[in-house]
């Protein structure tokens, strides 16, 4: 089955513990991304991939990393989480560009940092 | 600056009946839209995309309308059932550079029976 898969579905941590929620798609899609989605606001890009090895900023990339070093895998760090960073995150892959072709998204992470 | 505005925040009504979900967007230069579905917990599903010479698709019990002109979406959802509850969002892509997608906030839709 194509899909988009986070782990973990539910974190909570504490302000400043260094933490990673990892991404994998099976679509072989060359378009990886991230968002945050918070009460009343759309979905915000925090990163996005390109291919391998490429990755840019997206509209809200403070505190946040990310790498790309499979096609498959585009794993979301944070070196140093702080509440601001309390969210819903969503993992999305598309064929290629943003808009293009269809995005997949994963199921969501809530991450709760206290 | 690029904007996605829907209304209504949120709906309700009774199951069976039908209702309209609207999209103004202020994106420029437009390359599409699209509506996606968003059950409670989980990511978002597309439901339609449209770039600028379409005005209708089709998606099952779904009908998305454009009118590029006035830069309006709309999404009609007939005979409505209770799995139909959900966050319904616009999306509109700019063919600017890389690309842009801009996300409206959603209309919150709920089925009551």
């Known amino acids: 089955e194509a899909q988009v898969t986070q782990n973990p579905r539910y974190l909570i941590t504490v302000t400043g513990k260094k933490l990673t929620v990892t991404c994998s798609q099976n679509?072989?899609?060359?378009?990886m991304s991230w968002y945050r989605q918070d009460p009343g606001l759309g979905l915000r890009q925090i990163y996005y991939s390109m291919n391998v090895e490429v990755t840019d900023k997206g509209d809200v990339p403070e505190g946040y990393k990310v790498s790309r070093k499979e096609k498959r895998n585009f794993p979301l760090i944070l070196e140093s989480p702080s509440p601001n960073q309390t969210s819903l995150y969503f993992c999305?892959?598309?064929?290629?560009?943003?808009?293009?072709?269809?995005?997949?998204f994963g199921q969501g992470t809530r991450l709760t940092v206290v | 600056k690029n904007q996605v505005e829907q209304s209504p925040q949120s709906l309700i009504i009774l199951e069976g009946k039908n209702c309209t979900l609207q999209c103004n967007y202020t994106v420029s230069p437009f390359s599409n839209l699209r509506w996606y579905k968003q059950d409670t917990g989980r990511g978002p599903v597309s439901l339609t995309i449209?770039?600028?010479?379409?005005n209708t698709k089709s998606n099952g019990r779904y009908t998305a309308t454009l009118d590029a002109d006035t830069k309006q979406s709309s999404l009609h959802i007939t005979a409505s059932q209770l799995s139909d509850s959900a966050s319904y969002i616009c999306v509109v892509t700019s063919n600017f550079g890389n690309e842009k997608l801009t996300f409206g906030t959603g209309t919150r839709l709920t089925i009551i029976p």
């Open positions: 449209m770039t600028f010479s379409e």
């Open positions: 999305a892959s598309s064929l290629y560009g943003q808009g293009g072709t269809e995005a997949f």
């Open positions: 679509m072989n899609h060359e378009y």
